[in-house]
Structure formats: structure tokens, C-alpha cells
């Protein structure tokens, strides 16, 4: 050990330098591979560096020259100068360009094969000629110039924010997504034309962007997420359907098929007096919610119109008004639904559902909308020339009023200015949904209750008939008929004015009329046979039904029997029967 030691402290009084050699390993230098000739990518002599592109490599092609892509190939840049990449092959081949795609103006990248081109890219900048079925892009997309973009499917998926940019008219894609994680911006005003589907599942502002969806078929936005364009034009007669909310910044244009929105909103954010629709038509307009900014002054006396329809009907609803103190202005969504309003069938609207317009309007306004006293015209179709007719054809349109519904309440007013296919109502203050038709004939309202929701058999329970005259004038005179279920008796009735008449399970109750605000009550003593749901109605002429219910349980007895003597350590026995 003691000898050990002394190497050691002999050792400790030597510096021993080490040179430290750093060695790089590496493949084959990157290089730049240019294009010499008419060729195959995956051939060694199209290239001037000797090979084929690696990964790692720029690739140019220029010269004119025509490269065919016949293999999956990876580089780190592409350059398209004055030649072009082509793909022909029945077979799909993915190009995926690490840092960056670029085509100059007299470049072109084409897909003619039947095969799928895929590109998958960090930015793209395009000012010549750029066709692809699938383009890729985590970065950003820039076409500029008179050349051309066409893709198939182009698909944001940076995951982080990335900007698009289409100048010119020549730009085009079918399918157009963003994925979730990305957001997709630009401040800059351009048009893009879509033939097919765009998807949302990240964050689309677009604020001064044109979306023209013009392709030949049926076309669709959608996703997770709502999208917010500059403007949006629609100009294909098969429609675009909108499964997301849709803020338009501008324009609104409707040139050419429907854009249905069944469970979405259009919002339309310049103020309508600013020209944000355009267009709209029978053969264009929206089918679903339209939500219109209004200004904070008059807009008498073309107002903004909602450029509403459906069933291939348009029925705008225009609103207009004078400049009052206070006026603040706001947003305002409306809507027409094609049918009767459910309030009509049921003869709770005050409009005869057999002489009505078949549509009715719904206007909404935002939290702290106030636009004042206002007008409001509602247009529909009485013609074949508009797509059809929605008014029924026992109906006479000279005697049409509307009927606005606020909250619960029904109130029927007077148009101004009929015509035959519109009715303009004035010095309206609420919104709410309306309804056009004739006035249905006076009839009461009629109500029903029951003393309990459960009964044993052989219980009596008692239904009560409530009819009312909620006009402003007396109701003249009337029966209401009240047809008992199968399984009951009648045991006992009673009415504060009128007369009965039973036969069998029908009890007519006939009343000399009712003075406005009035009401008269029929009470029926009701014993049950058997158990069951049971359901009773009561009916009159041109009232909605009134109807109560109640489930009847089966009746329990007990018989004990009495042959054994008590003490006698015998089990008793009871038998429980269900009647």
C-alpha cells in the first residue's frame, strides 16, 4: 500500500495533455441538384450532381427540361425555375419537400396520371403553375401572379399559425381543411376559388379573403370550429351546405344556389345599410339564420333585407325604420321556416290554418339591440314564377293579416299596404316569431285538468273543461264535445252555464256564447273499470284540442281466511287479489 501511494503522489506531479480530435460523421454532402435533361427523378443522369437528390439536397429544375416523378422522393428544397415537374403514372407518389416548394413563373408542377400526387411541404410560393391532388403545407402558402393553383386537397397542419395568400383569379382547390392546432390567417385581400369541402378544426380568420364556392356539385363548410372570411360568394346551383358558424366580414354574395345553414348562423358583421348582401333570388338566397347588423340611425325607406327562403321559395323579411332618440343599433337574426308555425296547427295563433301562408318568420335581436319602433315586410311566394306557392288555395290573400307571437302571447295586426305576396306591418316595438293567413274564425280556448295523475280501479276522479273567450268582443254560440274513454262511466256532471247531452260516453256541453274575458266550466264525475294510461279530450269547432291524462293502477283486496282457530300455532294464509 505505502508503495502504491508513492506512484500515486509521484503520478500527480506529472500533466499528461491529451489533443481531443472532434470527428464528423456524416453521408454524403448536401449539394444542389440541378435538372440537365428530359428525365425520371429517380435516374441518376436527369441530375447534374451525379445522383439522384437525397434528402438532404436542393433539387432545381430549370432549362426547360421535363422531370417525372417515378418514385417517392424526399429533399430539403425544390425549385421549379423555367421547367417542370410532371406526374403521369397510375401510381401515387408523395414528394415531400422539407424546407420549402417554390415555382417560379414559368415553372410547372402537374398531376395528369390517374395515380395520387401528394406533396407534403413546409411553405409553398407559387407564381406559375402548380397542379397537385394533395398538398400538404406546415407553413405558408403564397400564389401570386398570372400563373396557376389547383389542388385537389390542401391541408393546413402546421400546428401553429400559418398564413395563405391567392392573388389573381387562377386559384382553386376541391377540398380545403385545417387541422386542429392550426390557425390559418392572412390581413390581405384575395380570392379562392372551392369546388368541394372545407373543414375547420383549428382557427380560420380570413378577414379580407374571398371564398367563391363554385364547383358542380353539392359543396359543404364544416369541422369543430367556425371560420370568419373577408367574403364569401355563392355560385354553384347545387348549394353549400354550413355545418359551423360563419362570420363574413364584407359580402355577402348570392349569385347562384342555396346556402343552407340547419343548425348554424350566418353573421354578417358590415352594417347592412353598407351593401353586406348582394344578390339573392329564388334560385339563390339563405336557408337557415341570417344575422344582420344594424346602425345606430334611420334607415327609412329601403331598410336591410333578410335574404331568407326555403323549399326553393324566397321569402325575405325587410325592416326598416326612422331615426329616434336612442337608438343604439345592434345585431339582429332572422329566419323563415317553411309549414305552418306549430302554434297554427294546433288553432293557437289566431291564423286559420286552412287559409295561412305556409311559412312563417322569426326575428331575434341580440342582448342590448335597440333599433326603436320599427317596420317590418314579409315577402312570400304566390306565384309559380318564385319556385311555387305557399299560400293554400282556399285562402284569399286580400284578407291576410299577421300574427306576431312575443314570449307566449299571440297578438294579430293590421297590415298596411298589401300586396299580393307581402305584408308590411309598422310601429312594431318587439320581435318574436309572425305568421300570415286569415284570421281564423272566433272560437274559446279550451283547457282541461284532472283532480289526480293516479287512481285505483273502481276510483272516481273528476275532469274539469275550462272555455275561455280571450277576444275583445263576445263569443258567440258554441258546443264543445267531450267523448269519454272505453273503460269508464260517467257518475255525475255539473256546468256553471249551458247545457248537456249525454249519449253513451259523449257528453255535449252547448253555451249561449261568452262575453269577453269570460269563461264557463264543465265538471265530469269519472268512475274506472280497468287499469290503463287513459287519456280524455275535449273538443269544439275551430279550438285547439284540450286534453288530460292519468294512469289508473289495478285495486287491491285482501281476503283472509277464517276456518283456523286463533292460538292454535297454525300458519295463517291470505290470498291478495289484483282487480
Known amino acids: 500500500d505505502g508503495a502504491r501511494g508513492r506512484r500515486c503522489a509521484g503520478l500527480r506531479g506529472l500533466q499528461i495533455l491529451v489533443p481531443l480530435v472532434f470527428l464528423t460523421i456524416s453521408p454524403a454532402d448536401a449539394a444542389t441538384c440541378s435538372s440537365q435533361r428530359n428525365g425520371n427523378w429517380g435516374t441518376a443522369n436527369t441530375w447534374n450532381c451525379g445522383r439522384v437528390p437525397l434528402s438532404t439536397d436542393d433539387a432545381v429544375i430549370s432549362g426547360n427540361d421535363t422531370v417525372t416523378l417515378n418514385t417517392n422522393a424526399t ?20 414528394l415531400t419537400v422539407r424546407n420549402g416548394l417554390t415555382v417560379y413563373g414559368d415553372g410547372s408542377v402537374d398531376s395528369t396520371g390517374s395515380g395520387t400526387l401528394t406533396i407534403t411541404t413546409t411553405s409553398v410560393t407559387n407564381s406559375g403553375a402548380l397542379a397537385a391532388d394533395v398538398l400538404n403545407a406546415t407553413g405558408n402558402v403564397s400564389h401570386t401572379g398570372n400563373g396557376s393553383f389547383a389542388v385537389g386537397s390542401l391541408v393546413f397542419q402546421g400546428g401553429g399559425t400559418q398564413t395563405a395568400d391567392f392573388y389573381g383569379s387562377n386559384a382553386r382547390v376541391t377540398d380545403l381543411t385545417v387541422n386542429a392546432g392550426t390557425t390559418l390567417s392572412s390581413l390581405n385581400s384575395w380570392t379562392l376559388n372551392f369546388w368541394g369541402t372545407f373543414t375547420n378544426n383549428g382557427s380560420v380568420s380570413l378577414s379580407n379573403a374571398t371564398l367563391v364556392a363554385n364547383g358542380t356539385s353539392a359543396q359543404s363548410m364544416g369541422g369543430t370550429k367556425p371560420v370568419t372570411l373577408g367574403s364569401l360568394q355563392i355560385n354553384n346551383a347545387a348549394g353549400l351546405t354550413l ?31 353598407q351593401g353586406a348582401v348582394a344578390g339573392g333570388s329564388s334560385g339563390s338566397y339563405v336557408d337557415g339564420a341570417v344575422q344582420l347588423s344594424f346602425p345606430n340611425y334611420g334607415i327609412n ?94 285562402a284569399n290573400p286580400n284578407n291576410f293579416v299577421v300574427a306576431q307571437k312575443a314570449a307566449t302571447t299571440w297578438t294579430t295586426l293590421t297590415p298596411s299596404a298589401p300586396q299580393s305576396n307581402q305584408r308590411k306591418v309598422a310601429g312594431l316595438t318587439g320581435f318574436g316569431d309572425f305568421a300570415i293567413g286569415e284570421t281564423a274564425p272566433m272560437a274559446p280556448k279550451l283547457t282541461k285538468t284532472v283532480s289526480t295523475p293516479t287512481a285505483l280501479v273502481g276510483d272516481v276522479v273528476t275532469f274539469t273543461v275550462t272555455a275561455s273567450n280571450t277576444y275583445g268582443e263576445a263569443l258567440p254560440a258554441f258546443d264543445v264535445t267531450d267523448v269519454l274513454p272505453a273503460g269508464t262511466t260517467l257518475t255525475a256532471s255539473a256546468t256553471s252555464s249551458g247545457t248537456l247531452v249525454t249519449s253513451g260516453q259523449t257528453v255535449v256541453w252547448s253555451l249561449p256564447g261568452l262575453n269577453s274575458g269570460s269563461s264557463a266550466r264543465l265538471t265530469l264525475a269519472v268512475k274506472f273499470a280497468t287499469r290503463g294510461v287513459y287519456t280524455n279530450t275535449a273538443t269544439s269547432p275551430n279550438s285547439a284540442p284540450a286534453r288530460a291524462s292519468l294512469t289508473v293502477l289495478p285495486g287491491a283486496i285482501t281476503h283472509f281466511r277464517m276456518d283456523e282457530g286463533a292460538g292454535t300455532g297454525a300458519r295463517h294464509q291470505a290470498a291478495v287479489v289484483l282487480v
Open 243 to 273: 355545418n359551423v358558424n360563419l362570420a363574413v366580414n364584407n359580402v355577402l354574395t348570392l349569385t347562384s344556389g342555396v346556402l343552407s345553414a340547419p343548425a348554424s348562423t350566418v353573421i354578417l358583421d358590415k352594417l347592412c345599410t
Open 75 to 94: 429533399v430539403a428544397t425544390l425549385t421549379v425555375n423555367n421547367g417542370t415537374l410532371r406526374h403521369t403514372s397510375s401510381t401515387g407518389y408523395a
Open 301 to 394: 325607406p329601403a331598410g336591410c333585407t333578410f335574404p331568407l327562403g326555403s323549399a326553393a321559395r324566397y321569402a325575405t323579411v325587410t325592416v326598416n325604420y326612422a331615426w329616434q332618440n336612442g337608438l343604439a343599433g345592434g345585431k339582429i337574426t332572422g329566419r323563415t321556416t317553411s309549414g305552418d308555425h306549430p302554434d297554427t296547427t294546433i288553432l293557437a295563433s289566431g291564423i286559420d290554418p286552412a287559409k295561412s301562408v305556409n311559412r312563417y318568420w322569426t326575428l331575434t335581436p341580440e342582448a342590448g339591440t335597440n333599433i326603436g319602433n320599427y317596420d317590418a315586410t314579409f315577402q312570400f311566394c304566390n306565384a309559380a314564377g318564385c319556385g311555387g306557392s305557399d299560400v293554400d288555395a282556399l
